[in-house]
């Protein structure tokens, strides 16, 4: 059962315009981690937020988890060519012996030239 | 510091047979956790290792199974393979404290013919 969703689910744009991708769930997270993944690689740990109504910059990312903790989003201005990859937001429930990181269906972000 | 560390990169097998495949987690830290991933999806978790205890499962049939040894590094081998068990295996490191954060490695890619 998935339970974090991603939206959209692919995105192509051109360099230099703005975009934002959605991770949505009925579920609380104690945490909410967003990773970037390239063909062939492992994904590649961006942020961390842990408190709801958060708000972390990362240069020309901007990564935001929801008050209520169900949700995030990632918005990057200004896209390059560079940020394409596929997109991933992971969510953390741990306490007790329960302590794991469910992953999102993903966005696959292309950035043409 | 090393990253996360697998081997092999890439392993070709056929229907019915096992795979024994390996990872090495960042300098200090003590959990290892293993996810499947299918081709432009988010990853599964399939398990998690700590003190050398599988700690937490996924829904994974037991042909599934790992180990953990004490210098951290892990295994996960997969019995009788089918070809749905094609997909890339990657293995995250993490402090058992701070499970949330995880450090992926590169991945192996394993095709089942």
């Known amino acids: 059962t998935q339970l974090l969703e991603q939206s959209p689910q692919f995105l192509s744009i051109q360099e230099g315009e703005n975009l934002t991708v959605y991770c949505n769930s009925s579920s609380v997270f104690s945490s909410l981690q967003w990773y970037r993944q390239e063909p062939g690689e492992g994904p590649v740990l961006l942020v961390t937020?842990?408190?709801?109504?958060e708000v972390k910059k990362l240069k020309r990312l901007t990564f935001q988890f929801g008050d209520a903790r169900k949700d995030s989003s990632l918005h990057i201005t200004a896209a390059q060519p560079g940020d394409t990859g596929l997109y991933l937001c992971a969510g953390g429930k741990y306490g007790g012996a329960t302590n794991k990181l469910i992953f999102g269906t993903g966005t696959l972000l292309a950035v043409q030239p | 510091d090393a990253g996360v560390t697998q081997s092999p990169t890439h392993l070709i097998k056929t229907r019915g047979q096992q795979v024994t495949l390996r990872c090495s987690p960042k300098s200090g830290h003590d959990t290892v956790s293993w996810y499947q991933q299918a081709l432009g999806q988010g990853p599964q978790f399939i398990f998690q290792y700590y003190e050398e205890e599988e700690r937490q499962r996924g829904n994974f049939p037991d042909r599934f199974s790992g180990h953990q040894f004490p210098n951290y590094s892990s295994e996960l081998n997969v019995n009788a393979l089918l070809l749905g068990d094609s997909a890339l295996y990657l293995c995250?490191?993490?402090?058992?404290?701070?499970?949330?954060?995880?450090?992926f490695g590169p991945g192996t890619r394993l095709t089942v013919t």
């Open positions: 995250a490191s993490s402090l058992w404290r701070v499970t949330y954060e995880q450090y």
């Open positions: 937020v842990v408190t709801g109504g």
